[in-house]
C-alpha cells in the first residue's frame, strides 16, 4: 500500500509547473491523490485475501482465506450463499452448482435468477447431462438444465448410451433420451444378461420370451435377433450355464460387452460375442481391475501378468516374480511393489523406483503417496514427485489444488508448485 501511496504521490509532479496551479491547488491535488492511494490499497488488500476458485457468467465462487469459508457471489459482489460448514463448491453447469456441506453434498439450480436447491435424499450426477434423483425408494430424471426427464416414479432408472432401462412396478422399458419417449417394451419380466455389470457400455441386452426362448435387442438399430438354447448356455452365468453340454461347471462374468471371463472346473479363460476363446481355461485366475475393467490381473501358477482387452496384448507378461497383482495407477502405467519401493513400469520397462510405503491413486494423473507417516503426490504423465512427502494428510480438490495438512496440524490448501494459496479450517 505504500508503494501505491508513493506512486500516486509522484504523480503530482506530472502537473504543470507555472503560476496557475497555486501551492494551495497542489495541496488539495495530494490530499485526493492520497484517498484514492488508500481506496484502492484497501481494495487489492481485500482482494488478495480472496481466492477467485470459478466463475461462470454472472456468478463466481470464492473462498475467503482470512474465514476460510466457501461463499456464491454475483458480479455485484453480493453473497448469495456462503455457510462455514462448506467444504466444497463447484459450478457443474452454468445454472447447476455443487455444494458439499459437510458430509451432505447437495445440487442448486438457478431458476428465476435465484439458486434453489433440489430437495431429494439423494441426487447423482450423470454423465453431467442427468441428474438421477431419489426420494421414498422412487427414482426419477432430470436434466442439468433444469428440465424434468421422467417422474420420480420408476423403481430402477440405469444408463445404457443414449437410453435409459427404466422399470416400473415389473415391466422394464427402454427409453430413448433423444427423442425422450420409450422406444421399446420387454415382455413377460424379462431376463437380462449381465446387464448390472456391464452398465452405460452394453451393446446387447439378453431378455427371455419364454421358458427356453431368448432374444438379444441390439442397441444401435434396436433390432430384435432370435438367440439359440446352445448359445445362451454358453454365455449366460448360473442357472443356465449349469446346463451346459457334459455337465462342466461353466460360470461367466462380462469384461464389456463383447468379452467374458469364463471359468470352467476352476479354471480361467477369455471367450468374445462369437464364441471364440481368446484364452482357453488355462489361468489359476482372472481379475478385472478395479479402476480400469477393461484392464485383467491374470495369474499362472504363483505369478502375475496384465493384458489388456481393449489392445488386445500383454501390458505386462506374466513375471515368474511377481507373486501379488500389479498396481494400474492409470491405462498406461503400471506399478509394483519390492520392499518399500513402488517401481513404476511401462511397457515392461522399469522407468522410476518411486519410495513408497503406501500409495493411493486420486484420478488418472496424480498419485498420493507415503513414506512413514507422511504424503506428497506424484504426477504420472510427467513421471515426477510434484509435492515431496512432507504433509500429514493430503487430498485433490478442483483445478489441481490439494487439501494439505502439515505436522503443526495446520490445513491449507497448496498448488502444483506446492505453494500455499490459502488456508483451510
Known amino acids: 500500500m505504500n508503494e501505491l501511496y508513493c506512486l500516486l504521490s509522484c504523480s503530482c509532479f506530472i502537473l504543470p509547473q507555472n503560476a496557475i496551479f497555486s501551492k494551495k491547488i497542489k495541496k488539495l491535488a495530494m490530499k485526493y491523490i492520497w484517498i484514492l492511494g488508500c481506496f484502492l490499497g484497501q481494495s487489492i488488500y481485500a482482494q488478495a485475501q480472496e481466492l477467485l476458485v470459478q466463475s461462470i457468467g454472472d456468478y463466481s465462487i470464492q473462498l475467503q482465506e482470512k474465514s476460510c469459508q466457501w461463499q456464491l457471489i454475483n458480479h455485484q459482489k453480493e453473497s448469495l450463499l456462503q455457510d462455514e460448514n462448506i467444504v466444497k463448491m463447484y459450478f457443474v453447469a452454468p445454472n447447476l452448482l455443487y455444494v458439499q456441506n459437510g458430509f451432505m453434498p447437495k445440487y442448486y439450480f438457478l431458476l428465476e435468477q435465484k439458486w434453489q436447491p433440489l430437495d431429494y435424499e439423494k441426487v447423482e450426477l450423470i454423465d453431467n447431462k442427468y441428474l438421477l434423483v431419489n426420494s421414498a425408494k422412487k427414482q426419477g430424471l432430470i436434466s442439468t438444465q433444469g428440465e424434468g426427464l421422467l417422474p420420480l416414479q420408476y423403481n430402477a432408472i440405469l444408463p445404457l448410451q443414449k437410453y435409459f432401462l427404466i422399470k416400473k412396478a415389473t415391466d422394464w422399458f427402454l427409453w430413448d433420451s433423444d427423442t425422450r419417449k420409450i422406444v421399446f417394451s420387454f415382455p413377460n419380466a424379462p431376463w437380462f444378461l449381465d446387464i448390472f455389470e456391464k452398465g452405460s457400455m452394453a451393446n446387447f441386452l439378453y431378455f427371455a420370451t419364454g421358458e427356453t426362448q431368448f432374444a438379444r435387442l441390439n442397441l444401435s438399430n434396436l433390432s430384435v435377433e432370435r438367440i439359440e438354447l446352445s448359445f445362451v448356455q454358453y454365455m449366460t452365468q448360473g442357472l443356465w450355464a449349469n446346463r451346459a453340454k457334459n455337465n462342466d461347471n461353466i460360470q461367466l462374468k462380462s469384461i464389456d460387452a463383447a468379452h467374458w471371463i469364463i471359468e470352467k472346473n476352476g479354471k480361467f479363460g477369455i471367450v468374445d460375442e462369437n464364441r471364440t476363446l481368446i484364452f482357453d481355461t488355462q489361468y489359476n485366475n482372472i481379475l478385472m481391475d478395479e479402476n480400469y475393467p477393461n484392464l485383467l490381473h ?119 508448485s506446492n505453494k500455499k494459496i490459502a488456508c483451510w479450517k
Open 298 to 416: 491374470i495369474q499362472e501358477g504363483g505369478n502375475w501378468g496384465v493384458y489388456s482387452i481393449v489392445k488386445k496384448a500383454w501390458l505386462i507378461p506374466i513375471d515368474n516374480k511377481q507373486q501379488v497383482p500389479f498396481f494400474v495407477l492409470n491405462e498406461n502405467t503400471i506399478a509394483k511393489k519390492e520392499k518399500n519401493n513402488f517401481l513404476i513400469i511401462s511397457s515392461a520397462q522399469e522407468k522410476l523406483s518411486l519410495k513408497a510405503d503406501v500409495y493411493k491413486v486420486l484420478n488418472a494423473k496424480y498419485l498420493a503417496f507415503s513414506l512413514g507417516n507422511f504424503w506428497g503426490i506424484y504426477d504420472l504423465d510427467a513421471q515426477e514427485i510434484i509435492i515431496p512427502a512432507q504433509y500429514k494428510s493430503i487430498a485433490l480438490l478442483q483445478n489441481d489444488l490439494f487439501k494439505v495438512m502439515n505436522a503443526e496440524n495446520t490445513s491449507f490448501i497448496v498448488n502444483l
